[in-house]
């Protein structure tokens, strides 16, 4: 998932890799040449 994220944004690195929980969701939005990268997941959200 970095890794993605990463080729997308430059700036992704460690320590967002080692925030990502599993599962974890991710809007990747692509408009011309602008791209917006935002995290959708929220772990209080999560049901057992």
Known sequence: MT?????FDDSIGFDEWKS???PDVF??????QAIT????????????
């Open 27 to 32: 809007q990747l939005q692509v408009k011309e």
């Open 37 to 48: 990268l935002k995290r959708i997941w929220c772990e209080d959200k999560r049901t057992n």
């Open 3 to 7: 890794l993605l994220l990463k080729y």
């Open 20 to 22: 990502l929980t599993n």
